[in-house]
């Protein structure tokens, strides 16, 4: 890429109502349908919708993009996006990237994906309070020196911040150790957590029919760990696992987008190794200089802090 990019990148996770079919009674939130549908309103009066062929041939072959160019991204591969987004999408005559974790029917949920059912199942503090009982002596130390660690971050005074606090030190300092026991407690709270997956990640059928609605898919990982938590062989792992499972969905070279935006140096190579000509991270720009560092603008932020859309 010569020139830097010049283009508004929109990121999406749940969109859903209560009760609908994304929701499915699971307690877990997301940006009511009513709320995207007004942002592609207002997103259409200010930029030209691009599909992720067009990015990449810009990236590629430095075609340039139409101005005030925007793409539309949705991570993780869920539900929502097959029964809520790609109908609207299509409505519209619209195509967005859909970057999707390589889950495998027989496979449980990610560690951040239980970590939000139980939140909606249990709340804050007693889903903390339920993890903390579980902890040996040693865990429960790192626990807590990981949290004071955090406190720099996210402040614990709020709620936000207890949230953050919380999803921080599960997800990074003792993911290992935890992610079995948030399956026995959501066993315990919730029920069958294999048949919750199968129902909530998009399966084969469901990416079938969006790609026939000129849908497009990215890579997400497998496992969805911090990247710059994880060590170079544990990335090339989850690489591989994307590039793997998008050989059947869609034509490379593919698109990336970094678990929870979290950046490792080596990202680029190894992208590259494995057939990625970008990826994707979740901080707030739109002119990019690097196509392995592309950012975005998160939908639900500006929907809930009342932002702009570059």
């Known amino acids: 890429m010569n020139q830097p990019l010049e283009l508004t990148v929109m990121m999406y996770h749940y969109v859903r109502d209560p009760g609908d079919e994304a929701e499915a009674g699971s307690g877990i939130p997301g940006m009511p349908v009513r709320i995207f549908q007004a942002q592609l309103d207002e997103l259409s009066k200010r930029h030209t919708f691009v599909t992720w062929s067009d990015v990449r041939t810009a990236l590629q072959d430095g075609k340039p993009l139409p101005g005030s160019a925007c793409l539309l991204t949705f991570d993780d591969?869920?539900?929502?996006?097959?029964?809520?987004?790609?109908?609207?999408?299509?409505?519209?005559?619209?195509?967005?990237?859909?970057?999707?974790?390589?889950?495998?029917?027989?496979?449980?949920?990610?560690?951040?994906?239980?970590?939000?059912?139980?939140?909606?199942?249990?709340?804050?503090?007693?889903?903390?309070?339920?993890?903390?009982?579980?902890?040996?002596s040693e865990q429960r130390e790192r626990f807590a020196d990981a949290e004071r660690g955090y406190q720099r971050k996210y402040s614990p005074t709020s709620m936000d911040g207890q949230l953050n606090?919380?999803?921080?030190?599960?997800?990074?300092?003792?993911?290992?150790?935890?992610?079995?026991?948030?399956?026995?407690?959501?066993?315990?709270?919730?029920?069958?957590?294999?048949?919750?997956?199968?129902?909530?990640?998009?399966?084969?059928?469901?990416?079938?029919?969006?790609?026939?609605?000129?849908?497009?898919?990215?890579?997400?990982?497998?496992?969805?760990?911090?990247?710059?938590?994880?060590?170079?062989?544990?990335?090339?792992?989850?690489?591989?696992?994307?590039?793997?499972?998008?050989?059947?969905?869609?034509?490379?070279?593919?698109?990336?987008?970094?678990?929870?935006?979290?950046?490792a140096g080596d990202s680029p190579n190894l992208l590259a190794e494995h057939g990625f000509v970008a990826a994707f991270t979740t901080q707030t720009q739109v002119h990019h200089s690097d196509p392995y560092f592309i950012g975005r603008l998160d939908g639900e932020e500006i929907a809930q802090n009342g932002q702009t859309y570059g």
């Not at 170079?232 to 994307?242: F, G, I, N, P, Y």
């Not at 490379?252 to 970094?258: E, I, K, L, T, V």
Request: with cysteine; charged share 25%; net charge negative.
């Open 77 to 136: 591969g869920v539900r929502d996006h097959y029964y809520n987004v790609c109908r609207i999408l299509r409505d519209r005559n619209l195509s967005g990237l859909f970057f999707a974790l390589d889950r495998l029917g027989a496979d449980d949920l990610t560690l951040p994906h239980k970590i939000h059912f139980l939140l909606a199942k249990l709340g804050l503090p007693l889903l903390r309070e339920s993890i903390w009982k579980k902890l040996s």
């Open 165 to 263: 606090l919380l999803k921080a030190v599960l997800q990074r300092d003792l993911s290992s150790e935890v992610n079995m026991l948030l399956s026995e407690l959501f066993e315990t709270h919730i029920g069958a957590e294999k048949e919750t997956a199968q129902a909530y990640y998009l399966n084969p059928e469901q990416i079938r029919e969006m790609a026939a609605d000129g849908m497009h898919f990215g890579g997400h990982s497998r496992n969805h760990p911090w990247f710059d938590w994880i060590n170079v062989d544990t990335r090339r792992v989850e690489l591989k696992a994307s590039a793997e499972w998008l050989q059947g969905v869609e034509p490379g070279p593919w698109a990336f987008a970094y678990p929870y935006g979290g950046i």
